[in-house]
């Protein structure tokens, strides 16, 4: 089961709701990881926060889950039914992997998103949350990502969040030459939107991270100049473009920077925010002079010019599609394992019983004899089990135990129990 809200569900302020769930993601895991939920992984990304989670029963997993999200984040169940959306078997896997190949991305084809899911992936089976069911569905999902990505062109000229980002400040100041820009937080998305706005010909560019270490490595990068976050207030006048990323919990550009920022500049200022939570308030967008846009603000930004990739993106979703049905026959079969191992068991069984009593008869063979006709008669029996294994692993779940019946009228099975 995945339940989850991105971009497709609800707006940022919304999505920045469920952030608690990461930063409180020790007392999800110890509430969640028990008799209803077995495996756990929890993925969160600019745009999506959604849980992973395997059990027995979907109800009680989506009641656990929902029961939760309301403790820690301090919402009712209304908002959860209204605002996240829950898969469930083989809508699950489909999802996964659609996120994982950046299907389900505001800009398709977007190179980030595979390595957000492989870094989830790997906390949580470093945790030991994740089992057999969650760590073959996740390695599925890497192994369909790579798929789409060779296989189509989606991601041919590939755009991110923080190239949407710099393409919006073009599209509003034109000519990005003669104009100062701000970036603030130097982890990923600021790189990209440092390396972008170089690319795109920005004039004077400044850095700021609350790590002066790195804004100076990213901004030796990018030709541009560093400070520390401790001086946005004496800088910020200076930049008529800010693109802001940080990782804060708290808004950082409030109305009151801005109105005293704006007390001494009289030119325009661009304000864009590209992290979840938002580093800039809202309000900020009242305040004259400021022209504020989020993330969501970025979609439109995304036009005809990707007409192409979204072509590409249709053959992906056959791709998609295939692999899910690999990944619902593989867990299909384990329902019926115990049956094959059974079936397997007492042929063996046989097999064995046969060879020693025909070996005892014949004195006269030599051990390499002996040995060729054990390889002959378990390669007979390997002959013999391959139909039967294949029909009782690709059984639809409701044929399974006509099946079973069928077999134990037959032979004298017994089943092993689901431990062994």
């Known amino acids: 089961m995945i339940l989850g809200v991105s971009h497709r569900s609800a707006p940022v302020e919304i999505r920045e709701q469920l952030i608690t769930l990461f930063h409180e993601r020790e007392t999800l895991l110890v509430r969640l990881h028990g008799e209803v939920i077995q495996e756990l992984a929890l993925l969160n990304t600019c745009n999506r926060v959604e849980i992973v989670a395997a059990g027995d029963d979907p109800h009680a997993m989506l009641a656990a889950l929902t029961d939760a999200i309301c403790s820690l984040c301090g919402v009712q169940p209304s908002w959860v039914h209204a605002y996240m959306r829950s898969y469930v078997d083989r809508d699950a896997f489909v999802h996964l992997f659609r996120v994982a190949s950046s299907l389900e991305s505001i800009v398709v084809g977007e190179p980030q998103i595979l390595g957000q899911v492989k870094q989830a992936f790997q906390e949580f089976f470093g945790l030991r949350l994740t089992g057999p ?25 590939a755009v991110s969040v923080s190239y949407a980002a710099v393409q919006l400040a073009r599209q509003e100041l034109v000519d990005l030459n ?57 800088l910020l006048g200076e930049a008529d473009v800010v693109i802001s990323s940080t990782g804060a919990s708290q808004f950082i550009f ?12 009289h030119a325009p200022q661009l304000l864009i925010d590209i992290a979840v939570p938002r580093d800039i308030d809202p309000s900020c967008a009242q305040i004259e002079g400021v022209h504020l846009y989020d993330v969501d603000d970025l979609e439109r930004v995304i036009d005809s010019s990707l007409d192409y990739r979204r072509g590409e993106a249709r053959r992906a979703e056959h791709i998609v599609q295939h692999e899910a049905n690999l990944m619902e026959s593989w867990l ?18 046989v097999l064995e019983e046969e060879l020693a009593r025909h070996v005892e008869n014949q004195p006269q063979w030599t051990e390499t004899e002996g040995e060729l006709v054990r390889k ?12 039967p294994t294949v029909a009782l692993r690709d059984a639809e ?3 399974l135990p006509a099946l079973s019946d069928a077999l134990n009228a037959f032979f004298p099975l017994n089943e092993p129990e689901d431990d062994e």
């Open 133 to 157: 069911l969650l760590n073959r569905a996740f390695h599925r999902a890497f192994f369909t990502a790579k798929r789409v990505r060779t296989e189509t062109g989606i991601a041919e000229n």
């Open 178 to 234: 003669d104009v100062t820009v701000m970036v603030v937080g130097a982890g990923k998305m600021g790189v990209l939107a440092a390396k972008h706005l170089r690319q795109a010909g920005a004039g004077r560019m400044i850095v700021l991270n609350r790590d002066p270490s790195r804004a100076q490595s990213l901004a030796d990068e990018v030709e541009g100049e560093a400070a520390p976050l401790s001086s946005l207030e004496a």
């Open 254 to 265: 409030t109305p009151t920077l801005m109105q005293r920022v704006r007390q001494h500049r």
């Open 332 to 349: 299909r079969s384990l329902d019926a394992i115990p049956r094959v191992i059974a079936l397997r068991t007492h042929f063996q069984s």
């Open 376 to 387: 002959f008669s378990q390669s007979l029996i390997n002959k013999l089990l391959h139909h």
């Open 397 to 399: 779940e409701e044929a």
